[in-house]
DNA sequence: TGAAAAGATGAAAGCGTGTGCAAATCTCTG
DNA sequence: CAGAGATTTGCACACGCTTTCATCTTTTCA
């Protein structure tokens, strides 16, 4: 054998491993596949010299003729949202787990999508997009995507009507927030909370807009007036001013139900560092989602919880699913929601 | 012209686009390269149609052939790690503006590299790869890559000889921390603070001993006792822990200085809710990150900062830089840090 | 032991794009 | 209007891989 000297400084390709086994190209392509006819001991010899020349099969060429790119594209308004950012952790992981890299798209944070940008995604040809985003028609989203079927995080409210079957074009992940909201403004009710004010999200966006809905018809099965709405936008910023104004000029509260826990901790601080009030004796506070820093002594938030592995596993099942048969409706997996008691209700 | 039918769910090709607007399918492929020429009507011409059809230039089939994959590969141990998230979150945002996406990988916690999830990464040939993550050689990773060559964070510790020029294997962004810490000593000591405890990360990791010698070199400078080290790991719940048993055995100190804000908050809490000391009365705490937390009015942390915007810049012009010059040797860019002060000092 | 079934193998045909090269067209000058 | 130069255009090939298909080899079973 020939002891050629391989070029110093570009990967290697099949064609040079196939040349230093003795094989043909294509056999060191079946020895990537592992649901294809090879001997065995061919297959190791082949792996065995793949890895002493560092070589690793190309996935674009691989993507381009098998119409698998193991992409998976995530489109997000804000990574460093907490909530978010956990969620795209756990996600990676668990992608990474099944072969998949996850390929990260950013909005605008007015939550609009840009063209452009869908342009490029679908350039890249991902297997599968999650949009955690909500401005977007479904129906723009598909037109924007190969064969990929996006996939859409839903927060179905009470009353709306499932448009699951008018929709074929996309799958879902239904996350019921019913149970965690009642759980939440029973053990409100239980502390004798009755006026319950709800710091919004941003008014437009439907997690802000199912949750309300939720957290109002809920009140009104148990007889409670309706929550007075103080307008913030999922920030920290935003809940703590929101939350000042709103006390020193209106009547206040006896709680404040909040749309997610940094909007939870912005009332907090304001509560407690602007407007000399305690939590949870003089106000109690609720949030949503669980994040990592709601245990954290400072807030040792109450709060509505979806479980992420369990939302984590469910995206996955959603993508494998698809992927297994790609002409199937549209596909749907749901989560439930419920309270985590810390220590700012009582 | 004939109205052919178009397949009703596969991507169009720039065979259509040419097939529909008279022209050859490379006059597509240059309508979509600027520095190509092509008559500007018939450019136009094509990108109207192109429109139309909803296509996309295959950036799969593009890379193969062009050599560029307009990938950049982030590999980082936690993304909700708070700094990392809003990292991730500003340089994808910058990197999207220069046409790039961003493919996310997750190491294990234990910062340690798993050569399977390096071949993955290597197979889909990102244009340049950003390293998080320290305890991986620079010549481990540089076997990894294609013709990528990684850019590495680097924090150079004041008596550390400068390797740069013994390893062209990757380039590099200098983070500058002296300047900060010195503040922030100089501040701590202004107060009156002798005995000064420095909360650790990981201790293996080079942006805790990097922290840790500077801190020391500065506090010796200052004619200050050497730091008593508090072991942590970068996180809340260690060092909530650690602090709790450093102030419950030990003789306590005067100020701590945490590796990274996540573990100052921990510090706070443990002081205030478990130990009944006041912050900054009793014991004064400095962070390092500046991350959006940090100005909560629950923590209100004097910390030392990088300036995100700046670091992300240099990143970006890193990876321009050896995109445009592929054969430079080691590039290099370097930042500094300065402390923001606010009430957890004095 | 022989024929049929099963398994292993390689040649060739793509996948959708960019690029070198030569031919064709246009522009300009005197 | 001729001819040189600049610009525009299309053919053919290359990128690295998977996947049919036909061929060759091995196993199975009566």
Redesign the pocket.
Known sequence: MSDKDDAPRSRA???MVAARAN?????V??A??PHT???PE?RELILRIAKELDYT??RA??A???GRSHLIAIIVPDVYAHWESQEIDALTTALQHEGFATLLFKTRTDYSMDEQLLATMRGHNPDSVIAFVENVKPSTLARFMGRAVPIYVHYPAPGATDDSVSNPLHDRLNVLQWDGIDQAVALLQGYGARRIAYLSGAPESRANTSRQHTLEEVMARRGLPPPVVVKGDFSYDAAYRATVNFFRVGDGADAVFAVNDVGAFGVIDALRHELGLRVPEDVKVVGFDDIAQSHWKSYNLTTVKFDLDERVNALVRLILRRLNNPAAPGLQETLNTRLIVRGTVG
């Open positions: 390709t099949a064609e094989v043909s190209r294509v056999a392509s079946r990537f596949n006819s090879l001997k061919k099969p190309d060429a691989r381009l003729v098998s």
